[in-house]
């Protein structure tokens, strides 16, 4: 025999918690704003640092019928009414600028209901300046003097940056400064007053350890999600009085790191908080907002601000940045201002406005979708899919809830007893999103060079003494001078001497200057002409980059328009899926309701057949009813007639008995025995049936009846009222016997007539009373 097979052991199973990345949970913070009016109703109460309490008020336990309820939540810290946007800044948003500017990604959105303060935590008031402002400060503190020139980083549509030398950087500085519209540097802007007082920060913040043998570049771009469309609000649309051109939504796609981003969104160089804080005002303007009924500026869109840090480490010289594109190290910064949930029977939205806030519904919805399925994959180990395609705001945003950064979200309420409802429904999605973890981001190695190359060849302190040595050389070519010392007055050889190698050094000098000048003229003409040949190389050059320019320009036009084509085409795309998808869904209607009606019309044939079968059957038991009674009547009536037939025939038999009869001379009186005798010798019908008793036959069968009252009982009631009839025993030798008179015959043909009622093919037979011997 075989040796049985042994089985492949099972693969242990592998728990989620056993994995060797580390993993964050999501940080929730809390933050009351105060009541607008003091003397309104409070429903929220800061217990400590940590945790709230939400409390019933007033009105709504009158509409539950008195029910009171204290519900506490937790968060990883509560700032009170009292809290300054410094105090959130330091907590919340510093450790994200600091991770920004160390190379990793972070996320920062406030959550909340309409009018509950997300709008004013983040962007801020005059004289003090929320959580974009002071990041934007932060951040340029940081990396202010390790800038690198504009245009060096060169940003792509394909969510990545190019490097380019300071050469060519130069060259498109030129570039964009001879256009009709300079900028303004930077050290020269001059600050809006409109948004002087949101960026004047007066603490001073810096990330520690920069790296200082890098260069940074600053990027941001501001765009936002309406109605499931995002639109870019730092596009310039060209002005058209004649048929305005309407801003054209961006899609979202997937770069070759599984990133997601805006495609086509506009993304600015700044250089300082006072130009990137002006790029965000200025998109900010475009921002949809409206008046409702219970906000006079509320958002009616997600708006998101990204920052993205662009970092290249210096080459080994510490002079220029090192062209490797793979060394590049971009970092991003979102901060989101989410619109607030809102209840249209409060907002009294109508039109636009109930769309509006229907759309910020369902993406707010969405969201929560996802952090339950993210949350119950991780705590129960099942592997659902996420939703995140349902909208744009979770489609953008899933690479940093797969790890790509960190996660931070400011919850925002307003401790009015109108929104006690909505706050309940807040915090409930506070507390599941606290339990869904992050993992945390892997850090990017850069390779490695010499730290502190930057200061390297830097010149510190005065020349090194090469000027010195070359005068100590100038002078050794002069001749010596003789010795000055004048022992006697009378010495007249010593002033001579030396006036004599004065002058011949007076003589080499004037020659070695006639030789500088001469060489300097000869230098002068090389010069010349070197200028000349750079003249001439420049015009060449020149000449051939208008030639490429022209080239690059009609590139660029071709790429615009098929850019535009391709936006053209992708929009005309989502068209016809939205109508196929609307067609589709009709025809899914449709097909239900042919096959409804198909059931309905299966239901009425078979119906119709069993009501046919049933009338069938009813017609054809009817017909043979029918069928038969009128064969019962038609024997009934045949025999009726045969009876009144044989009865005529009786009497016309007596009645030719009669008249046969031999007449007398005279007509005496007989005697009964006599006219017993008369009466016996007629023969007045056909001999009855031999029997003693009366008979009846049909369908086979013979019944007898021993006397008349026994067949008057077989008879139907109605024939009871005839006469009876005297029965006698038949005589013995079987002959047949005779009735006595024409009354008694008579009387058994009415007895057999009514004997029809019995059935058809039964007859009847009465046996007379015989004579007496």
């Known amino acids: 025999m075989k040796p049985a097979r042994a089985k492949t052991p099972r693969k242990p199973l592998v728990k989620k918690g056993s994995q060797t990345n580390l993993k964050d949970p999501v940080g929730v913070y809390c933050r009351v704003r105060p009541l607008s009016f003091p003397d309104h109703e409070c429903c929220i109460e800061v217990i400590n640092n940590t945790t709230v309490q939400l409390h019933t008020p007033e009105g709504y336990r009158l509409i539950r019928s008195g029910d009171y309820k204290e519900t506490q939540y937790s968060f990883k810290q509560v700032f009170g009414t009292h809290t300054t946007q410094k105090e959130l800044f330091d907590v919340v948003a510093s450790p994200l600028v600091d991770d920004l500017i160390h190379g990793k990604n972070g996320l920062l959105f406030t959550y909340g209901v309409t009018g509950s303060g997300k709008t004013h935590t983040m962007i801020g008031s005059p004289g003090e300046g929320g959580l974009l402002p002071r990041c934007l400060n932060m951040i ?21 940056m190019d490097i380019q030398c300071e050469v060519d950087a130069l060259l498109e500085r030129q570039k964009r400064e001879a256009a009709p519209i300079p900028k303004t540097p930077s050290s020269k802007r001059q600050v809006d007053p409109e948004f002087a007082d949101m960026i004047n920060v007066q603490e001073f913040c810096k990330a520690e350890e920069v790296d200082e043998d890098s260069v940074y570049g600053a990027f941001v771009s501001y765009f936002e999600i309406y109605n499931n ?68 500026e509320s958002s009616r869109s997600h708006s998101v601000f990204n920052i993205k840090l662009v970092q290249a480490p210096l080459d080994a010289d510490g002079d220029n940045v090192l062209q490797e594109k793979e060394q590049i190290t971009i970092s991003q910064l979102s901060l989101v201002d989410l619109a607030g949930s809102e209840r249209t029977n409060r907002t009294k939205a109508e039109g636009n406005r109930l769309r509006e806030a229907g759309n910020i519904n369902q993406s707010l919805m969405t969201l929560r979708t996802c952090i339950e399925v993210l949350r119950e994959n991780q705590m129960y180990g099942t592997n659902k899919m996420v939703p995140y395609r349902d909208s744009k705001l979770t489609h953008l945003f899933k690479n940093y809830f797969d790890g790509e950064g960190k996660v931070r979200m400011i919850v925002c309420v307003n401790p009015k007893a109108e929104d006690y409802e909505e706050s309940l429904q807040v ?110 190389k420049e015009n060449y050059i020149q000449g051939k980059l208008n030639e490429k320019e022209k080239l690059i320009s009609g590139q660029k036009i071709e790429i615009e328009r098929l850019e535009k084509k391709n936006k053209t085409l992708e929009y005309k795309i989502e068209i016809l899926e939205k109508t196929t998808t609307i067609y589709e869904e009709d025809k899914r209607n449709l097909q239900q309701e042919l096959e409804t009606q198909n059931q309905k019309l299966q239901r009425h044939f078979s119906d119709k057949r069993r009501l046919e079968a049933r009338l069938q059957g009813m017609v054809t038991e009817t017909s043979m009813k029918w069928q ?76 007898q009846f021993t006397d008349i009252e026994t067949l008057k009982q077989e008879l ?46 039964y007859q009847h037979h009465a046996q007379p009373k015989r004579k007496k011997p």
């Open 140 to 160: 340029f503190n940081s990396i202010g003097s390790f800038q690198a020139k504009r245009y060096v980083f060169k940003s792509n549509d394909r969510n990545s």
């Open 229 to 296: 469309y995002i639109y870019d609000l730092l596009e310039e649309v060209p002005f058209d009085p004649i048929k305005p051109k309407l801003p054209q939504s961006k899609m979202l796609r997937e770069d070759k790191n599984h990133n997601m981003y805006v495609a086509g969104c506009t993304e600015v160089e700044v250089k300082s908080t006072e130009e990137a804080f002006e790029v965000f005002w200025r998109g900010q303007k475009k921002r949809r907002i409206a008046n409702t009924h219970l906000n006079r």
């Open 427 to 536: 915090m409930r999605f506070a507390e599941v999103t606290q339990e869904v973890e992050v993992a945390r981001p892997v850090e990017k190695v850069i390779c490695g060079l010499t730290p502190g190359r930057r200061y390297r060849n830097q010149a510190r302190g005065g020349p090194i003494g090469d000027e010195l040595l070359v005068a100590d050389v100038v002078l050794q070519s002069f001749p010596p001078l003789p010795s000055c010392e004048i022992l006697d007055i009378n010495d007249e050889q010593t002033l001579p001497r030396l006036i004599e190698a004065l002058e011949k050094r007076h003589d080499l000098r004037q020659m070695m200057i006639d030789e500088f000048n001469k060489q300097s003229n000869t230098f002068k003409a090389l010069l010349q002409e070197f200028d000349n040949a750079v003249a001439n």
């Open 628 to 703: 038969k009674e009128c064969e019962r009547r038609v024997a009934a009536t045949q025999l009726e007639m045969q009876n009144k037939l044989w009865v005529k025939d009786e009497k016309l038999k007596q009645l030719k008995a009669i008249v046969t009869e031999p007449k007398t001379e005279k007509p005496e009186r007989p005697s009964r025995e006599r006219d017993r005798e008369k009466v016996t010798q007629r023969s007045v019908s056909p001999a009855p049936v031999p029997g003693d008793v009366f008979k009846t036959r049909g369908g086979g069968q013979s019944v």
């Open 716 to 761: 139907p009631n109605g024939s009871r009222k005839r006469r009876s009839a005297t029965v006698a025993p038949a005589q013995p030798d079987g002959t047949e016997s005779e009735w006595t008179d024409v009354e008694t015959r008579c009387s058994v043909a009415v007895e057999m007539r009514a004997g029809s009622q019995l059935g058809p093919g």
